[in-house]
């Protein structure tokens, strides 16, 4: 079984004051036993930047083969053709797996006129969006999702840090009447884990960190869950490697 991670950064975040490396990446890696990594850049404003930081995970990803995979995350404000063109390149030139949209960090709610285009690329190139959720009220709302999903029923949609508590309820919702929606369960208590995969399926719960340093903290959470062995497996790795369409090491 590969432990599988689907929320991971490299690069600068001008808007969190953070700084992601790719030595923090690889000791997570070591010390986890963490197989791969779904890595997306740190929130930033202009094209110039975000192609430099999607090119630094292209580099991480060619340097270590098999370990660590891109997500793309330019700022939905900018104009179409420039948006579009740069996922296009990371999904087809770079080999990324999916896109990011930040509705907090880049002051873009799912629903809005320059988001579409989000929601359309990612549909044209066959790849999930992740949405990050929770911080950043009401932007970042789950239930901001809801029109969306039902608008894109083909589009494979992720919250990310499943509402980080405050608003789990909203992402319940979400998972309750959208089918084409996952969670990453990064920020979220073992108990409600416990729940959503009673409800809703292990497969549609997704490890995640975030951070580095909290790797070891969301695999002990979901290892103390009390739930079946198999459904472990669909969380640590099982269902990021369906939903992602990951190769298999031996592929």
Same mark, same amino acid.
């Given at each position: 079984?590969?432990?599988?991670?689907?929320?991971?950064?490299?690069?600068?975040?001008?808007?969190?004051?953070?700084? &992601?490396?790719?030595?923090?990446?690889?000791?997570?890696?070591?010390?986890?036993?963490?197989?791969?990594?779904?890595?997306?850049?740190?929130?930033?404003?202009?094209?110039?930047?975000? $192609?430099?930081?999607?090119?630094?995970?292209?580099?991480?990803?060619?340097?270590?083969?098999?370990? &660590?995979?891109? !997500?793309? @995350?330019?700022?939905?404000?900018?104009?179409?053709?420039?948006?579009?063109?740069?996922?296009?390149?990371?999904?087809?030139?770079?080999? &990324?797996?999916?896109?990011?949209?930040?509705?907090?960090?880049?002051?873009?709610?799912?629903?809005?006129?320059?988001?579409?285009?989000?929601? /359309?690329?990612?549909?044209?190139? *066959?790849?999930?969006? !992740?949405?990050?959720?929770?911080?950043?009220?009401?932007?970042?709302?789950?239930?901001?999702?809801?029109?969306?999903?039902?608008?894109?029923?083909?589009?494979?949609?992720? !919250?990310?840090?499943?509402?980080?508590?405050?608003?789990?309820? /909203?992402?319940?919702?979400?998972?309750?009447?959208?089918? @084409?929606?996952?969670?990453?369960?990064?920020?979220?208590?073992?108990?409600?884990? /416990? $729940? !959503?995969?009673?409800?809703?399926?292990?497969? $549609?719960?997704?490890?995640?960190?975030?951070?580095?340093? @909290?790797?070891?903290?969301?695999?002990?959470?979901?290892?103390?869950?009390?739930?079946?062995?198999?459904?472990?497996?669909?969380?640590?790795? *099982?269902?990021?490697?369906?939903?992602?369409?990951?190769?298999?090491?031996?592929?």
């Amino acid at each position: 079984m590969r432990i599988i991670d689907v929320h991971s950064h490299l690069g600068d975040d001008c808007v969190f004051d953070e700084s &992601f490396t790719a030595a923090d990446l690889l000791a997570k890696h070591d010390r986890c036993g963490i197989s791969l990594s779904i890595v997306q850049p740190g929130t930033c404003f202009d094209l110039d930047a975000v $192609r430099a930081q999607h090119d630094a995970i292209a580099a991480l990803c060619a340097a270590h083969p098999g370990r &660590f995979a891109g !997500m793309a @995350n330019p700022n939905p404000h900018l104009p179409e053709a420039a948006y579009r063109t740069e996922v296009t390149r990371c999904v087809r030139d770079l080999g &990324f797996v999916g896109i990011k949209l930040h509705p907090f960090g880049h002051a873009a709610p799912p629903g809005g006129r320059d988001q579409r285009k989000v929601f /359309e690329t990612a549909r044209e190139l *066959g790849v999930p969006v !992740m949405v990050h959720t929770g911080a950043g009220i009401p932007f970042a709302n789950p239930s901001n999702l809801l029109a969306v999903c039902e608008a894109f029923p083909d589009v494979r949609i992720v !919250m990310a840090h499943c509402g980080m508590m405050i608003t789990s309820g /909203e992402a319940w919702t979400v998972l309750q009447r959208c089918p @084409n929606t996952w969670v990453d369960v990064s920020w979220t208590p073992g108990f409600q884990i /416990e $729940r !959503m995969a009673a409800a809703f399926g292990a497969s $549609r719960l997704l490890l995640a960190s975030d951070h580095a340093e @909290n790797a070891d903290t969301e695999l002990a959470k979901i290892r103390s869950c009390r739930l079946p062995e198999s459904d472990i497996e669909q969380i640590l790795g *099982g269902a990021a490697e369906a939903l992602y369409r990951l190769p298999t090491p031996d592929a």
